[in-house]
Nanobody, 122 residues
């Protein structure tokens, strides 16, 4: 089973940037889709961005479009999330997820990382 491990979270001031990485333990199938979700304190998990492993299709939530960028490195079996212009409302636990089709719903993803904390101070 493919394992997903996130890294790169931390504390940053508002307006700053962070880059998260999600490393897969083995090479994903071409049909795979990878996504980032986040769960703010006291709120439900929400979709952030997704990318197809075999194509360049990318998907973003309206709240991060233009500020965040999802990318993949096939040589390293990793998916990254570059986060810019961070705001306190971006504070959340960010999790990487793997599935077979892009979706805003958590139910369409069958593999999850352990999550990494991102805290944005004002």
């Amino acid at each position: 089973q493919v394992q997903l491990v996130e890294s790169g979270g931390g504390l940053v001031q508002a307006g700053g940037s962070l880059k998260l990485s999600c490393a897969a333990s083995e090479r994903p199938y071409s049909s795979h889709v990878f996504a980032w979700f986040r769960q703010p304190p006291g709120k439900e998990r929400e979709f952030v961005a997704a990318i197809r492993w075999s194509r360049d299709s990318k998907f973003y939530s309206d709240s991060v479009k233009g500020r965040f960028a999802i990318s993949k490195d096939k040589a390293k079996n990793t998916v990254s999330l570059e986060m810019n212009s961070l705001a306190p409302e971006d504070t959340a636990v960010y999790s990487c997820a793997g599935g077979t089709r892009p979706s805003y719903s958590t139910t369409n993803y069958f593999r999850w990382g352990q999550g990494t904390q991102v805290t944005v101070s004002s």
